[in-house]
């Protein structure tokens, strides 16, 4: 053999440094591809598994939600804590125009109060102008009248002007008083719950004592007959 051709030769054995290097990386490569695929249904696995105890929280919640609103919850009082009888909750809040109202200011007179959703929404725009309507003839009554919602104050002496209501208009955006009066709590719409203001209304009687409650209320005629439940205390 000539020496040019045991030059090739020697250059090409399975156990040359080049063909173990080359081994040893497809090895390498293998495993790093293996170790990977090994991973990746873990994290998957840890991914579903905290997903479903979101699931499991969120479910848990909604039937904790939907027991606390449950007819025999609400017809009990339960859900306000509040029932015809007892003392009327203190509150201290803005109105429109800047001044703040409390219920001390109505002492050893009867007040209505008159939570509704939203400001300037149809309902709430005929349940403000019927109030304001009978404003004189609930004052005859010694009775005063105050609307109450989550609005802004802006909201609130916008829709004042717009419809010349002639009630104080006050804001509670923070839900305390909307809270303690039983008038925050679950609503649907559309298939979906959601918190929000519940359209009621409250008689407190000159005693500071809540006289009459009316709950989910219908608009029409709504305000006469809060009307004559205040002339009848």
């Given at each position: 053999?000539?020496?040019?051709?045991?030059?090739?030769?020697?250059?090409?054995?399975?156990?040359?440094?080049?063909?173990?290097?080359k081994?040893?990386?497809?090895?390498?490569?293998?495993?790093?591809?293996?170790?990977?695929?090994?991973?990746?249904?873990?994290?998957k696995?840890?991914?579903?598994?905290?997903?479903?105890?979101?699931?499991?929280?969120?479910?848990?919640?909604?039937?904790?939600?939907?027991?606390?609103?449950?007819?025999?919850?609400?017809?009990?009082?339960?859900?306000?804590?509040l029932?015809?009888?007892?003392?009327?909750?203190?509150?201290r809040?803005?109105?429109?125009?800047?001044?703040?109202?409390t219920?001390?200011?109505?002492?050893?007179?009867?007040l209505?109060?008159?939570?509704?959703?939203?400001a300037?929404?149809?309902?709430?725009?005929?349940e403000?102008?019927?109030?304001t309507?009978?404003?004189?003839?609930?004052?005859?009554?010694?009775?005063?009248?105050i609307?109450?919602?989550?609005?802004?104050?802006?909201?609130?002496?916008?829709?004042?002007?717009?419809?010349?209501?002639?009630?104080?208009?006050?804001?509670?955006?923070?839900h305390?008083?909307?809270?303690?009066?039983?008038?925050w709590?679950?609503?649907?719409?559309?298939?979906?719950?959601?918190?929000?203001?519940?359209?009621?209304?409250?008689?407190?009687?000159?005693?500071?004592?809540?006289?009459?409650?009316?709950?989910?209320?219908?608009?029409?005629?709504?305000?006469?007959?809060?009307?004559?439940a205040?002339?009848?205390?």
């Amino acid at each position: 053999m000539s020496k040019k051709s045991r030059k090739k030769s020697s250059k090409t054995p399975s156990g040359s440094p080049t063909a173990e290097k080359k081994s040893a990386k497809t090895r390498a490569s293998t495993q790093t591809r293996s170790a990977k695929t090994q991973r990746t249904p873990a994290r998957k696995s840890a991914a579903t598994i905290a997903k479903a105890g979101s699931h499991k929280a969120a479910s848990k919640q909604l039937k904790s939600s939907k027991s606390a609103s449950s007819p025999a919850a609400a017809k009990s009082g339960l859900k306000s804590g509040l029932a015809e009888g007892q003392k009327a909750p203190a509150f201290r809040l803005p109105r429109d125009g800047g001044d703040v109202v409390t219920l001390a200011d109505y002492a050893g007179r009867k007040l209505v109060l008159f939570f509704y959703p939203r400001a300037d929404t149809p309902g709430c725009t005929r349940e403000a102008i019927d109030f304001t309507r009978l404003a004189d003839a609930f004052a005859a009554a010694g009775t005063a009248v105050i609307g109450i919602s989550a609005d802004p104050l802006r909201a609130q002496e916008k829709f004042r002007d717009k419809h010349k209501l002639g009630v104080p208009l006050i804001s509670d955006e923070t839900h305390e008083m909307l809270e303690a009066y039983g008038a925050w709590g679950e609503k649907s719409m559309y298939g979906k719950s959601f918190l929000g203001i519940l359209r009621t209304t409250i008689l407190v009687g000159a005693d500071g004592k809540v006289a009459r409650i009316w709950r989910n209320v219908r608009v029409d005629g709504h305000a006469d007959e809060v009307l004559e439940a205040a002339r009848s205390l």
